[in-house]
């Protein structure tokens, strides 16, 4: 075994050194230019010994969008990301209203592996028991590491109605679950009116209206606003828990509701320069709270620290995620595209709260027996968290 491994070591050595120099000339003009000449030489000597000494068939197309993948990759950024033309529509498909999937939200970790952030509620994945923090190992048998952009396009790669098996990792456990593709619930914001005409409000995204459809978070967080008031609300909690984020231009709708005129946030750009979003002087005029975990995260701090910067809002809960960066969705002619970083956003006070998250003003840990669980999973007299926000608007 030991005189065939070395054999085989020696062969790539030798191909290597083969290549090296029939390519000499090639790579002397190659480290003069800049590192994209550089990239596009490669790419063309490559080419070229394929189609003369490569014995086996192969995908020009797939070869192209491999290395772009890899080339973006290279990054090493979380949130930056191309998308092949497949999975480009998913990408969109999930900031709208409505899609085909099983509904939950995921991204890597500190640790390069797929974590779920949440799933929406009522979704497939939400009742076949899938967790925040789960590790998202397998599907259907295949393995995909970091790779999470082909994990998403497998999951969603079938039909409403028909299943996935997906692996995940919880705790060091692997949990096997069979779950269903759905048509994932449009509906993000859901209210009811507690003891004390205390209005319940629970907002899981900030999502856009979907194709032939004005519904989105905002148009709903208006009705059941609407709602509430009309049933004598008079106090407001604003549950943001497990709330991954969304669109910016929905989140910020919805801050203008809510705060007086001024500043909801800002970005800013590589080069200085800002953009400002702001609110007119109309407001809602009522004692309110709002419900934050370590799973809310980007859109939900934008409005979590517009809230709290203003003083509009008792925050209570635990410190959110901490995504305090935002990508522009770039689409490219042949339906692949890319989301891209390209600012930091700036609470009013002008923090920005990327890696550390917002502190709540109370901060309060759920029961132990229920923290794993998603928080609108949790009775409300048992939920720690909730029932302080009710104490304090019951006490302002």
Known sequence: MTIKKKIIFTAVVTAIATAAVMGAA????????????KFEKKISMINSYLESSYIYDYDEDALAEAAVTGYVDGLDEPYTHYYTPEEFE??????????VGIGVVVGLNESDQIEVVA???GSSAYEAGVRPGD???????EEFGNRMEDAVAKIKNGAEGTSVNITFLRGGERIDLTIERRRVSSESVTSELLDGNIGYM????????????DQNTYTEFLENYRSLTEQGAEKLIIDLRDNPGGALDVVCDIADTILPEGLITYIEYKDGTRDEYKSDDDEIDMPMAVLINENS???SEVLTGALKDYGKATVIGKTSYGKGVVQSVIPFGDGSGMSLTIARYY???GVCIHGTGIEPDIDVDMPEEYANYYASSVPHDEDTQLQKAIETLKNN
Do not use: C, H, M, W
């Open 26 to 37: 090639g790579y002397a003009v190659i480290y003069k230019t800049s590192s994209i000449d």
């Open 135 to 141: 590790i998202l190992f397998a599907v259907d048998g």
């Open 119 to 121: 799933p929406f509620e």
């Open 90 to 99: 998913t990408y969109n498909e999930n900031l709208q209203d409505s899609y």
């Open 297 to 299: 995260a980007s859109a």
């Open 347 to 349: 609470s009013p006070d």
């Open 202 to 213: 629970r907002i899981s995204a900030f999502n856009t209206a979907d194709e032939g459809n």
